[in-house]
């Protein structure tokens, strides 16, 4: 059985399931308690776990991140909120040198359980320096697990996997889904955990693949409805769910099946998620190409503030059907 609940509502559910199985388990950040959240992901849970469960940090994430690292340490399982991931860069050198360090330097003897989470996305007009989207960036550094959930369901799953993993593991969620719907599994029939480093096929088809993650999963579904409805192309969507650790074996599987792709990414061309993605298919399915593998990716420009502009800057629909209509 399944209930439809909102990115946010599953999120939150996730949240509360492993505060109750884990007494080490508390959430850390920015207005994450009374006010229930900058973005109502956290709504109810203060007035639920009390101020020892859920605590407000003030505004300072080199601060309250690197007190999460230490805390983490000592065997706490803290949940970081980043109000942006933007933000990031205050506090570079814990989540990188810190975080990501500590178990190989330490020869295996201390893990850092951390979970950092909040979003990481353009397209809601707030400037340049809100708007980075560095999953990527992240996944470049051993140590560190990254995974970018598209669904309600694959939110709840995400995060509470993320939760029990032993390593950091970085949430990269999306303001424009967070009141999105979807089916998520009723608790009463068991505990639901999406495994990270485990893509998922959210749509079948044979003539072309279009491999995506976190919003750009939704656009690419959009686009295979258009694409199979008008112009009589089958596209099989896959959602990566996981950057780091990388399902290698289905974004092959899925390529060697239609012979053509296309990598559909809200980060910046250079360096981006479809880079790496792109790679790995040409060094171990380029027998199995078609055609050359093509990418729609944001253009490669800071965040434009205009919003019919920055619509257009990132991964939509339309440029998903364009880019698979030069292959037919």
């Not at 359980?113 to 353009?122: L, S, T």
């Not at 060094?283 to 257009?312: G, M």
Request: charged share 25%; glycine share 8%.
């Amino acid at each position: 059985m399944s209930r439809t609940l909102t990115y946010r509502e599953a999120l939150r559910e996730g949240l509360d399931e492993e505060l109750a199985r884990d007494p080490n388990v508390v959430l850390l950040g920015e207005e994450v308690a009374q006010y229930n959240g900058a973005y109502k992901v956290t709504e109810g849970l203060w007035k639920k776990w009390g101020d020892k469960r859920i605590v407000d940090t003030p505004i300072s994430e080199a601060g309250f991140i690197g007190m999460g690292i230490g805390a983490s340490m000592l065997g706490v399982r803290p949940v970081m909120e980043l109000m942006f991931w933007s933000f990031h860069s205050v506090a570079f050198d814990q989540l990188v040198n810190n975080a990501a360090c500590v178990r190989y330097m330490s020869g295996g003897l201390i893990n850092c359980p951390i979970v950092m989470r909040g979003p990481a996305n353009g397209g809601t007009n707030v400037g340049a320096t809100h708007s980075h989207i560095p999953e990527g960036l992240f996944a470049a550094f051993p140590g560190l697990k990254v995974c970018a959930p598209a669904t309600p369901a694959d939110a709840k799953g995400l995060i509470k996997a993320a939760i029990r993993d032993n390593d950091p593991v970085y949430v990269m969620e999306n303001t424009l889904l967070y009141g999105t719907t979807g089916e998520v599994p009723d608790p009463a029939e068991g505990d639901y955990v999406v495994p990270l480093g485990k893509a998922d096929i959210k749509r079948e088809g044979k003539d072309i693949s279009l491999i995506a993650h976190g919003r750009s999963v939704i656009h690419a579904l959009a686009a295979a409805e258009t694409l199979q409805t008008e112009h009589g192309i089958s596209a099989e969507v896959v959602d990566l769910r996981s950057i780091r650790p990388l399902d290698v074996d289905t974004i092959l599987a899925s390529v060697k099946k239609t012979n053509r792709v296309v990598l559909v990414d809200e980060s910046k061309p250079f360096g981006g998620v479809s880079a790496m993605v792109a790679t790995l298919i040409q060094e171990h399915a380029f027998d199995y190409l078609d055609a050359p593998i093509k990418r729609v990716c944001t253009i490669d420009a800071p965040a434009i503030y205009s919003p019919h502009i920055e619509n257009e800057q990132l991964p939509n629909p339309r440029r998903i059907v364009e880019k698979v209509r030069t292959f037919f």
